[in-house]
């Protein structure tokens, strides 16, 4: 091991009570306990200053802690502890990538050669705390040059402790001996011996400790005279990140149901922030309250089956990722108002999918563009107004088919950027040139344009020698004065949905009161319905 | 003191007298202009004005749809972002994209009645970001659209005031009244067709000859900011000079005459085939029946049986 090595622990006190006051931060200045164990035997397990000064204790049952009227009582939450460590180990990989997860409430970190980035040793243990912190966690670091060093001082002393190197004993050696975490056997060794403190133990001499208790022992007094050296366990940082929320009363509001949403984006992309990516996609699974279809049936059989939560899923993708959690919670509040759960909620669980930061440079001369994540903001709430799937960019389909085309997502990351560039070049140096606007040669003489009707309209059409010679739909009528076609075209017939249409361009004279007097149609006769439309007019 | 302020108003006139021709007139800046795409526009009314609201109007045929066409392809083909607020769902994407729109750079969006456009329209123009915004209201029944209040026209155009979009609004009647920069009001021509008179033997075939070759359309500036139209002065007679200033007379073709086939070569093909499928695009065969008109049972199949056919039934 080099000279330079330094370790970092990273320990969070009272881990259960700390992984629901992070999900409830108002809950931190409440009397709290957490309850846990089978149902009839619930036990308290965690509990926070406020709830211990009223006299609750730690192995209480829930109907004793329920005598205090102001102490709030939690059930215990894995998933939230789960969530907890999984923020605790972004808090982790945003200082350095080299992590050993050591318990769910403790770190070790290898903090070698960070002084360039975070300056001396205490500068790095209080950026470690202070990020614990905006996690909504109180941790506490401690560095040392040993590991095993660090990772009990952390547990023993509260904010951030630097050991200097050769002194590790010093600090070590008031600590007791149950820091180390002995076996049980070995425990009850030293309390027969008398060895209490570390100071006792590292004091032994290493040929008897040996006989007595074996490599064991020997590892442990080791430790205790700071002298035990171990490699780190890296743990492979996570690429999915995930949130959940457990409702006591399931929530049917909107409004309520932002603020946990809200609450929850915001814990993600913090955690996201801080290993420097963003978030591509999110997912929402809701849990509904259950639903009872058979709520008039009390037959036994009925009564003995649990009800099975139903899902409702959300998902949100972003043309590009972001890190915005307003404007994601906007997104997803649209989202749900067009397509609300059928039924309260329960519990939620979310999901983001991350990936790199955008970097985006920009150009002189590509034209300015609306920025995607307002653009995206837009589409939502023009979707919510339009509808879903009225709203994208047209792609045609490789169909003769009439009016073949499917709306896609629009989307400012998919426009070809080289393309646009290139064309933008090319109209700076148009302009620079002076030249005209447009040389319009025999091409860019405009083309024609159809104005679709959609659906198309029925229409009478009367024929004279298989020409049509009359018209009428839309309450108006005319003669057809000139006309081409027909223009037969078919397809899919070796599918389920054939076509075969004729079309026809009519010029068409209105009689009558119409206010349309004169027009170009295109009319088409559906061979298999046996029937006459009007598909557009020329415009 | 107004004696002295008007004597030396009247100096810096005098001073100025030759280079500046109004000193003291307040000039609002000229809005930047972008190509609608038609020359004879272009020279009429200097383009579509940037930051202002743009009314183009006219009856059915008129060529008011063409000439959104050719400025979306003008705007797309710059590398800029347009949107299509279309009130009826009336855009055709194939003809767009034979005019040379760019579809992937076009926000389409479809709406059932003239409300749903009017929020959408807000709401594109507050996201902000794009060229151009249209809003095709030549679909919509003209009640619902005179129904719309003037405060709504102030409003959109306060929106895209000191912007770079263009607001394009297009219908059937005039309705932005004063709060439109630039107002022109189209009115279509004589059409041509390619055969007038059908001199063939049977009368049971039509012949495909008689295409649909496009129109005139004249386009006549009622409303122009940034150019000032010519008063007509009480007592004299309006010029067909100043009439023939204000008018932009252009073609509309139909594009039978043009295929998307990349080879260039111009190809005899009706409007509503104009995008052709790739699998489908060796149709040479099928052209040549449109040279002359043939038994409907003599007409070649095409090899592609599993793509859909295409005939032209002479």
């Known amino acids: 091991m080099s000279p330079a090595a330094l370790f970092g622990a990273v320990y969070v006190p009272n881990f259960i009570l700390q992984a629901i006051g992070r999900c409830e931060p108002e809950l931190r200045t409440q009397p709290l306990a957490i309850i846990d164990g089978p149902p009839p035997t619930h036990q308290v397990v965690a509990l926070n200053r406020l709830a211990e000064i009223r006299g609750v204790a730690r192995g209480m049952t829930k109907a004793a802690v329920t005598q205090f009227a102001q102490v709030t009582i939690r059930p215990r939450c894995k998933v939230r502890e789960e969530a907890a460590h999984a923020a605790l180990l972004d808090v982790a990989w945003s200082i350095t990538p080299r992590v050993e997860d050591a318990a769910p409430d403790t770190l070790l970190i290898d903090i070698s050669g960070l002084a360039s980035l975070f300056g001396n040793a205490q500068a790095i243990a209080c950026e470690i705390a202070s990020r614990a912190c905006t996690f909504g966690m109180q941790a506490h670091v401690a560095i040392s040059a040993n590991v095993e060093t660090a990772r009990i001082i952390a547990r023993a002393l509260p904010g951030p402790t630097v050991v200097p190197e050769g002194e590790e004993s010093r600090f070590l050696e008031t600590l007791p001996v149950s820091m180390l975490s002995p076996s049980q056997e070995l425990s009850d060794i030293f309390d027969r011996w008398g060895v209490a403190t570390c100071k006792a133990l590292a004091s032994l001499p290493v040929l008897a400790l040996s006989e007595c208790v074996g490599q064991e022992g020997i590892r442990l007094q080791a430790i205790a005279s700071g002298k035990g050296m171990r490699p780190l366990l890296l743990a492979e940082p996570a690429q999915h990140f995930e949130e959940w929320f457990e409702l006591d009363e399931a929530v049917d509001d909107l409004e309520a149901l932002s603020f946990l949403l809200g609450r929850l984006l915001d814990q993600l992309s913090a955690r996201l922030s801080a290993r420097a990516l963003s978030i591509a996609a999110v997912q929402v699974n809701f849990e509904l309250q259950p639903a009872f279809d058979h709520a008039f049936d009390t037959s036994r059989e009925l009564l003995r089956v649990k009800p099975t939560a139903r899902t409702f899923s959300c998902n949100l993708e972003l043309p590009v990722p972001t890190r915005d959690s307003k404007l994601l919670l906007k997104l997803l509040r649209l989202r749900l108002q067009s397509r609300p759960p059928d039924a309260p909620i329960q519990k939620i669980h979310m999901a983001a999918q991350s990936s790199l930061a955008r970097i985006t440079q920009g150009s002189l001369f590509v034209p300015a563009a609306p920025d995607p994540d307002k653009l995206e903001l837009t589409i939502a709430r023009i979707m919510a107004v339009v509808g879903e799937g009225n709203v994208g960019s047209p792609h045609l389909l490789d169909s003769h088919r009439p009016d073949a085309f499917h709306m896609q997502k629009f989307s400012i990351a998919t426009i070809d950027v080289n393309a646009s560039e290139s064309a933008a070049k090319r109209s700076t140096k148009n302009n620079l040139q002076n030249s005209p606007p447009n040389h319009h040669s025999k091409k860019d003489v405009p083309a024609i344009a159809l104005h679709v009707f959609r659906p198309p309209v029925p229409a009478r059409v009367r024929l004279q020698g298989n020409k049509p010679a009359f018209a009428s739909f839309q309450g108006r009528s005319g003669k057809v004065v000139q006309a081409s076609g027909p223009w037969r075209s078919s397809g899919q017939w070796w599918e389920d949905q054939p076509w075969q249409e004729d079309a026809w361009d009519l010029e068409i004279v209105f009689s009558g009161e119409s206010p349309v007097r004169h027009g170009w149609y295109r009319f088409c006769y559906d061979r298999l319905q046996e029937k006459w439309f009007v598909r557009g007019v020329y415009d | ?314």
């Open chain 2, 1 to 314: 003191m107004l004696a002295t302020s008007n004597a030396l108003r009247l100096h810096v006139e005098s001073a100025l007298a030759g280079r500046v021709a109004s000193p003291f007139r307040f000039q609002e800046p000229q809005p930047i202009t972008a190509s609608a795409g038609i020359a004879a526009v272009d020279q009429l009314a200097g383009g579509l004005p940037r930051g202002c609201l743009t009314e183009v109007f006219g009856g059915i045929s008129t060529g008011i749809t063409s000439l959104l066409h050719t400025a979306l392809a003008a705007r797309t083909a710059n590398a800029e972002v347009c949107a299509l607020v279309d009130a009826q769902d009336s855009f055709d994407p194939g003809c767009a994209q034979f005019a040379g729109v760019s579809l992937q750079q076009l926000l389409w969006v479809r709406c059932r009645n003239v409300d749903q456009a009017l929020r959408s329209v807000d709401l594109l123009l507050h996201g902000g970001g794009f060229s151009l915004v249209a809003v095709d209201l030549s679909g919509a029944p003209a009640r619902l659209i005179r129904q719309i209040p003037l405060s709504f026209w102030f409003r959109l155009r306060r929106t895209v005031e000191n912007t770079s979009t263009i607001l394009l609004v297009l219908s059937r009647e005039s309705n932005a009244k004063t709060c439109a920069s630039l107002v022109l009001r189209m009115e279509r021509e004589v059409a041509r067709w390619s055969l007038q008179d059908r001199q063939y033997p049977s009368r049971d075939f039509h012949t495909p000859a008689s295409l649909l070759d496009g129109w005139t359309t004249t386009a006549e500036m009622i409303r122009c900011k940034a150019r000032r139209k010519n008063i007509a002065v009480i007592g004299r007679a309006k010029t067909f000079a100043n009439q023939d200033a204000e008018l932009a007379r252009f073609d509309l073709r139909s594009n039978h005459f043009l295929s998307v086939d990349s080879s260039g070569g111009d190809s005899l093909l009706p409007s509503h085939y104009a995008v052709i499928p790739s699998e489908a695009r060796n149709l040479s065969s099928t052209l040549a029946l449109a040279e002359t008109p043939l038994d409907p049972s003599a007409a070649p199949q095409t090899n592609h049986l599993e793509t859909e056919r295409t005939q032209n039934f002479g």
